[in-house]
């Protein structure tokens, strides 16, 4: 599906923050007409101003055929106001990425025959590899769905939840995860300094081999616990320091499993 196919009415993206900008930015790198696009951004950054044919700010098309919601939670009620005129329409979509906001809040409020996409994309997406779960309500069709998936897969890769809940676990995995590894290169790289490396290059081998390790796993037909063995030599370092950080107790099972519920118990308060 070609994204004229798909925006032909017109694109309205509420909200061009990190995210909802490396998803223009992405459309646009994929070859969407800027021309079919509108963008409410009450602070609009430099870079957006200069975006030449983009509609910013200006008044909204008749009848757009998505609406992405990208704004942060505190602005959601706000920015659904200004566009509830398009819900209850069948041929108007929403798609939202904004955390922690339910299927049903958007119901309640653009009306239960709108058809809503709830998305959850993470920062790597600022790079084009990001992940995106994706689940519709009931209002939305396979080909409503496919257009979904097909916006979000500007940013990375999409896969598709069968129900709702399962959000709360992805956006502990998926969501935060990101941050889990950017602070496993932190730790590694004190680590480093610890045993008498500068901190410029502790960090340097701690950035480029947790990137490289996780590229090689993206890239490799082998599972991760394979390539784990393939690093590990019997009566080796690497063996050495995986008897701390497979300890039950003590490593990263424990703490990694603590830490992901956490996250998810957190995403259900949020959610209520």
């Given at each position: 599906?070609?994204?004229?196919?798909?925006?032909?009415?017109?694109?309205?993206?509420?909200?061009?923050?990190?995210?909802?900008g490396a998803l223009l930015q992405g459309w646009i790198g994929q070859g969407m007409d800027t021309s079919v696009v509108w963008v409410v951004d009450p602070?609009?950054?430099?870079?957006?101003?200069?975006?030449?044919?983009?509609?910013?700010?200006?008044?909204?098309?008749?009848?757009?055929?998505?609406?992405?919601?990208?704004?942060?939670?505190?602005?959601?009620?706000?920015?659904?106001?200004?566009?509830?005129?398009?819900?209850?329409?069948?041929?108007?979509?929403?798609?939202?990425?904004?955390?922690?906001?339910?299927?049903?809040?958007?119901?309640?409020?653009?009306?239960?025959?709108?058809?809503?996409?709830?998305?959850?994309?993470?920062?790597?997406?600022?790079?084009?590899?990001?992940?995106?779960?994706?689940?519709?309500?009931?209002?939305?069709?396979?080909?409503?769905?496919?257009?979904?998936?097909?916006?979000?897969?500007?940013?990375?890769?999409?896969?598709r939840l069968d129900r709702e809940a399962d959000m709360d676990a992805v956006t502990a995995v998926s969501g935060s995860g990101p941050a889990y590894v950017?602070?496993?290169?932190?730790?590694?790289?004190?680590?480093?300094?610890?045993?008498?490396?500068?901190?410029?290059?502790?960090?340097?081998?701690?950035?480029?081999?947790v990137a490289g390790a996780g590229a090689l796993a993206d890239a490799s037909p082998e599972d991760p616990g394979q390539l784990r063995v393939n690093v590990?030599?019997?009566?080796?370092?690497?063996?050495?320091?995986?008897?701390?950080?497979?300890?039950?107790?003590?490593?990263?099972?424990?703490?990694?499993?603590?830490?992901?519920?956490?996250?998810?118990?957190?995403?259900?308060?949020?959610?209520?």
């Amino acid at each position: 599906m070609e994204f004229g196919d798909i925006v032909h009415r017109g694109l309205v993206l509420l909200g061009c923050g990190k995210m909802g900008g490396a998803l223009l930015q992405g459309w646009i790198g994929q070859g969407m007409d800027t021309s079919v696009v509108w963008v409410v951004d009450p602070v609009p950054s430099d870079e957006l101003k200069a975006l030449a044919g983009v509609n910013l700010n200006a008044d909204l098309p008749a009848s757009p055929a998505i609406v992405v919601v990208a704004v942060k939670p505190q602005m959601m009620d706000t920015a659904l106001e200004s566009v509830r005129q398009f819900g209850g329409r069948k041929n108007t979509l929403f798609l939202s990425i904004a955390a922690g906001t339910t299927l049903e809040h958007f119901e309640a409020v653009l009306g239960s025959s709108t058809p809503v996409i709830r998305a959850m994309p993470n920062t790597p997406a600022a790079i084009g590899r990001g992940i995106t779960a994706l689940v519709g309500n009931g209002q939305v069709s396979e080909a409503a769905m496919h257009a979904g998936e097909e916006l979000l897969s500007a940013v990375g890769h999409t896969v598709r939840l069968d129900r709702e809940a399962d959000m709360d676990a992805v956006t502990a995995v998926s969501g935060s995860g990101p941050a889990y590894v950017f602070h496993l290169i932190e730790t590694l790289a004190a680590a480093g300094q610890a045993e008498g490396l500068s901190p410029e290059l502790a960090l340097k081998l701690a950035r480029s081999t947790v990137a490289g390790a996780g590229a090689l796993a993206d890239a490799s037909p082998e599972d991760p616990g394979q390539l784990r063995v393939n690093v590990t030599s019997p009566g080796g370092t690497t063996e050495a320091a995986l008897k701390v950080l497979m300890d039950d107790a003590a490593g990263f099972p424990a703490i990694v499993s603590r830490a992901v519920s956490a996250a998810a118990g957190r995403s259900r308060e949020l959610g209520k």
